[in-house]
């Protein structure tokens, strides 16, 4: 998910500071080589440059961009992070889990501001070497690097870092800041956790494939969560974040909520409440750190916290595509997203380092 690397980068480059402290936490996240070939022609610290537009990728039938292509772009400006949070439940083999989450996480060539693009995780999209498939499959088929080099056909961005977290490593995080505040915008109920008449815990709903269209299972109270703000304990958040079957606007609405939470997280990371308190703290970035596996491309995760130590929580800027709006096509028996024209602005504005002036221009895109 997203503002793990950021909130990382903003706790422990300004509430820290000393490299001795930050050796000690940046140790305890795990650092793999989660881009492989994708973004990689030049390995190093993030590219910078100055040009003010890149095409959409064209790539060859590896699904890799020619050289003339990748040219052009490392000279995009600004940095790119790729993020992808894992629903893999318990048992299940993480390796072919879908990534339920998949966010870009854009940083202007300034490094004073980021901004978070949530990706339908059914959007229709060419997976390289896989034919066409929705777009959270793409992990599952080959993992985080097929996932990214997916989404950089599909955005035509390149991407200088990127980070996998999973379910179990949110409700951690949430639970060692002692929870968060949250602002509830549309009733939701869970399809995931309820209560039977002894009152033990249950799933209130079967999920019934291809569709996984939820069926009531009669005597289970489910667990609602109703309009209004109030404080969320780990689980809680974990299964608020998780909804979309029951709730107007579907996976738009989840992605929304997911946003919220994780600049939820960064807020009360970054609190007095938690910078005044050494064992708060140190449980705070200790549960971030253990709950991310980090490829900087080249750059490691220091010299990353360095580069983001000017974002803070208010300098973030939530985006969704197709203004949060459907545009679903069905496909042989499955439900696909579209993306609209608008969302390929969205990202043409990423590509130029111009994201501030599609949020200007396009606030009803703006969480």
């Not at 800041?177 to 009152?199: M, N, P, R």
């Not at 709006?325 to 069905?330: G, V």
């Not at 990202?347 to 130029?352: C, L, P, S, W």
């Amino acid at each position: 998910m997203k503002a793990w690397l950021v909130t990382a980068a903003v706790v422990l480059s300004v509430a820290l500071g000393g490299a001795l402290t930050w050796q000690h936490y940046v140790g305890r996240v795990g650092e793999a080589d989660l881009l492989g070939d994708t973004g990689r022609e030049h390995r190093g610290p993030p590219r910078q440059i100055d040009i003010q537009s890149a095409p959409r990728l064209s790539a060859g039938p590896d699904g890799r961009p020619g050289a003339d292509v990748q040219r052009r772009l490392d000279a995009e400006p600004g940095r790119n992070l790729l993020l992808a949070g894992l629903d893999a439940r318990p048992g299940e083999d993480r390796a072919g889990a879908r990534a339920d989450t998949v966010i870009i996480v854009h940083v202007t060539e300034s490094g004073d501001r980021a901004f978070l693009i949530s990706l339908p995780r059914d959007t229709r999209v060419a997976i390289p070497g896989h034919g066409t498939d929705k777009l959270n499959a793409a992990f599952a088929l080959g993992g985080f690097e097929l996932l990214a080099r997916t989404v950089q056909q599909l955005t035509g961005l390149v991407f200088d870092a990127g980070a996998i977290i999973d379910f179990a490593g949110l409700r951690k995080v949430v639970d060692a800041v002692g929870g968060v505040e949250l602002c509830v915008d549309e009733e939701t109920t869970s399809v995931h956790i309820g209560w039977d008449a002894s009152g033990r815990e249950t799933p209130p709903y079967r999920l019934i494939p291809p569709s996984f269209r939820p069926e009531r299972i009669a005597g289970v109270r489910a667990q609602v969560y109703h309009v209004g703000c109030r404080h969320f304990a780990g689980w809680e958040a974990l299964d608020y974040v998780r909804q979309r079957e029951l709730i107007p606007d579907g996976d738009y609405g989840r992605q929304r909520h997911q946003q919220q939470l994780l600049r939820a997280i960064a807020e009360k990371v970054t609190s007095a409440g938690v910078l005044a308190n050494p064992i708060a703290l140190n449980r705070a970035i200790t549960a971030v750190g253990d709950s991310l596996t980090f490829d900087g491309n080249g750059a490691s995760v220091t010299d990353w916290i360095v580069r983001l130590r000017a974002i803070g929580p208010g300098d973030l800027t939530l985006l969704r595509t197709n203004a949060g709006r459907f545009h679903t096509e069905q496909r042989g028996g499955r439900d696909y997203e579209n993306l609209d024209s608008t969302t390929s602005a969205l990202f043409a504005a990423a590509r130029d380092d111009r994201l501030a002036e599609f949020a200007r221009r396009n606030p009803s895109w703006v969480i």
